[in-house]
């Protein structure tokens, strides 16, 4: 995908071997687990990760730990979780949210509604983004995002392009992709926000405001 480099060519920190206080224990007989559920072989399973099948081999034996762009890359190959990657369980959660339970955090200068249950692999987020408000920030982290525009028009800058949506646009892309949000109008813009950001300290990197407006 674009914007996102090959699993296995992480930096060295990212994909090292793990040392004796940095073990996910669960992760290695997760691995071979969910890889054996989607009855794949090791070298199916590699081909369409972007990795070596020595390397997965590695991976499902401990003797090295995943990167975060390789735990979403088998997550979806698998056809799971990241948490059930990680061998973490949670309580059931209601498929419904009500419109009166959505309540509403600001957390820079937005606000944000939780549309969906907490500790899913998606996260689901209804936002209102003011004019003005972190337009100036570069974010780049693993996953994907897709938006839709519900009222007010939107500034979406991916890479080095701007795109401009209305109310009814969508945008589907990698979140590797360097990208910058504003709100065009002066009301700002409300939008329908899903993400597979994986929640860890590690999982966002902002790039902190550059010089000039977006285009």
């Known amino acids: 995908m674009e914007g996102m480099s090959s699993p296995e060519t ?23 687990a969910l890889r054996r559920r989607a009855s794949l072989t090791l ?11 020595a390397h997965l081999s590695r991976l499902e034996t401990g003797q090295r730990q995943p990167s975060l762009p390789m735990l979403l890359a088998l997550a979806r190959i698998y056809g799971t979780t990241v948490s059930e990657l990680l061998g973490e369980t949670v309580a059931d959660r209601d498929a419904v949210v009500r419109a009166a ?16 249950a907490p500790g899913r692999g998606m996260q689901a987020l209804r936002v209102h983004v003011p004019h003005g408000s972190q337009g100036d920030i570069v974010r780049v982290h693993p996953g994907e995002e897709w938006l839709y525009v519900l009222k007010g028009r939107l500034r979406l800058r991916l890479g080095d392009t701007t795109h401009r949506l209305a109310p009814g646009d969508s ?9 910058r949000i504003a709100a065009q109008d002066p009301d700002g813009v409300e939008l329908l926000f899903v993400h597979t950001l994986l929640q860890s300290p590690t999982a966002t990197l902002c790039l902190g405001p550059i010089t000039g407006d977006m285009p």
């Open 10 to 32: 992480e930096p060295a920190s990212a994909g090292s071997s793990a040392g004796p206080d940095e073990v996910l224990p669960a992760v290695a007989p997760q691995l071979r």
């Open 43 to 53: 070298e199916a399973a590699a081909s369409t990760a972007g990795l070596s099948p």
């Open 101 to 116: 339970d959505m309540e509403p955090t600001a957390a820079g200068g937005w606000t944000y509604f939780q549309a969906g």
């Open 171 to 179: 945008a589907h892309f990698d979140s590797l992709t360097p990208h």
